[in-house]
């Protein structure tokens, strides 16, 4: 092919391909910014009912294994109820247990450790697939979804379907423990991350549910492809309230 001279009037296409370039381009750095680009879930448009949904009245302490070394992690039900039950019931399911951390960013700075996808401990689906799985309730054979969930500063109740409404009262500090999702608010299921840093972009946006209290240097070694061993719920199960 040879070269374009200047003068020479460009190809008809070229206006077309800058443009799919270009939101390429927008898709990949938003990879590296979002936590939602991980879980493309269909059908999150409907969440589970609340009614139908495990609750946290209080604080639990779950403890993850991974490495043969623990992460004690505190889990806030009295300013993330639903998010919170959701978490203490399926660590108490045992779903977590085998389950792959598929997603770690720590260039160009430290952002999430990410799993908690169910498919992951399944030796018949791809990698490929990681972070596209949900929790299918036994009860229904259906996913369950959880809509997003933010307690705002100064209220007593939290907001429900709303990113980017209020200021969280539970933030996205180093160790912070939250759900994540597709880019519909209610679509997030069992994947979950732990913020790296201090990441307060994602304030509002995705439901922080707790905080590593103690084991933050066993999540700095995590690599993608680690398994998280076990989770157990070591304190504050008689807070669980179920449907």
């Given at each position: 092919m040879k070269?374009?001279?200047?003068?020479?009037?460009?190809p008809r296409f070229l206006p077309q391909l800058v443009m799919v370039l270009g939101v390429l381009l927008l898709v990949s750095c938003a990879s590296l910014s979002s936590v939602a680009d991980t879980s493309s879930i269909p059908g999150a448009q409907s969440p589970t009912p609340m009614a139908n949904l495990p609750r946290l009245n209080g604080d639990a302490?779950?403890?993850?294994?991974?490495?043969?070394?623990?992460?004690?992690?505190?889990v806030k039900g009295d300013a993330a109820p639903i998010t919170a039950g959701n978490f203490v019931d399926l660590v108490q399911r045992g779903v977590y247990d085998?389950?792959?951390?598929?997603?770690?960013?720590?260039?160009?700075?430290p952002f999430v450790v990410?799993?908690?996808?169910?498919?992951?401990?399944d030796p018949t689906v791809s990698p490929q697939l990681y972070g596209t799985g949900s929790f299918i309730d036994p009860a229904t054979?259906?996913?369950?979804y959880i809509p997003l969930?933010?307690?705002?500063q100064g209220s007593d109740t939290p907001t429900y379907s709303q990113a980017g409404k209020v200021s969280p009262v539970l933030k996205h500090t180093r160790g912070a423990v939250a759900m994540a999702r597709s880019q519909l608010p209610d679509s997030a299921s069992a994947q979950f991350y732990i913020a790296l840093d201090q990441l307060d972009f994602l304030d509002g946006n995705y439901a922080v549910f707790g905080y590593v209290t103690d084991g933050m240097d066993v999540v700095d070694r995590i690599q993608q492809g680690d398994r998280l061993q076990s989770a157990k719920v070591v304190a504050g199960l008689e807070n669980l309230q179920q449907p």
């Amino acid at each position: 092919m040879k070269p374009l001279k200047f003068g020479t009037r460009l190809p008809r296409f070229l206006p077309q391909l800058v443009m799919v370039l270009g939101v390429l381009l927008l898709v990949s750095c938003a990879s590296l910014s979002s936590v939602a680009d991980t879980s493309s879930i269909p059908g999150a448009q409907s969440p589970t009912p609340m009614a139908n949904l495990p609750r946290l009245n209080g604080d639990a302490t779950v403890v993850l294994t991974v490495n043969d070394r623990p992460i004690t992690i505190q889990v806030k039900g009295d300013a993330a109820p639903i998010t919170a039950g959701n978490f203490v019931d399926l660590v108490q399911r045992g779903v977590y247990d085998g389950t792959i951390f598929h997603r770690v960013i720590r260039e160009p700075r430290p952002f999430v450790v990410q799993g908690g996808d169910p498919q992951s401990k399944d030796p018949t689906v791809s990698p490929q697939l990681y972070g596209t799985g949900s929790f299918i309730d036994p009860a229904t054979n259906r996913p369950r979804y959880i809509p997003l969930e933010i307690l705002g500063q100064g209220s007593d109740t939290p907001t429900y379907s709303q990113a980017g409404k209020v200021s969280p009262v539970l933030k996205h500090t180093r160790g912070a423990v939250a759900m994540a999702r597709s880019q519909l608010p209610d679509s997030a299921s069992a994947q979950f991350y732990i913020a790296l840093d201090q990441l307060d972009f994602l304030d509002g946006n995705y439901a922080v549910f707790g905080y590593v209290t103690d084991g933050m240097d066993v999540v700095d070694r995590i690599q993608q492809g680690d398994r998280l061993q076990s989770a157990k719920v070591v304190a504050g199960l008689e807070n669980l309230q179920q449907p």
